[in-house]
């Protein structure tokens, strides 16, 4: 009788173990589910971002090869030395 009861007991701790590894899986592939979105959603806004600065690198450009900025560069560059004497 003894044998009986510790095969069943057995049994059940089987049926436990392989239950609470069903659950730990569901829950990891939930969090690798949640950690690909996320990085899914980081991804768009990096591509977002690159778009962003290019636009402004190109208006930047634009601004430097403009004449008027060429033509305020001593300018520029005196009022600069003036701001680093002052302090």
Do not use: F
């Not at 977002?48 to 600065?53: A, P, Q, S």
């Not at 930047?60 to 680093?84: G, H, T």
């Amino acid at each position: 009788m003894r044998a009986h009861e510790l095969e069943t007991e057995l049994e059940a701790l089987r049926r436990a173990h392989e239950a609470q590894a069903r659950q730990r899986i569901a829950e990891r592939l939930a969090l690798a589910n949640e950690v690909e979105r996320e990085v899914e959603t980081l991804r768009e806004e990096v591509e977002w971002r690159t778009e962003v600065m290019g636009e402004y690198e190109k208006q930047l450009d634009k601004i430097r090869s403009s004449r008027s900025y060429r033509y305020s560069a001593p300018v520029r560059r005196a009022l600069a030395r003036l701001r680093l004497h002052r302090g």
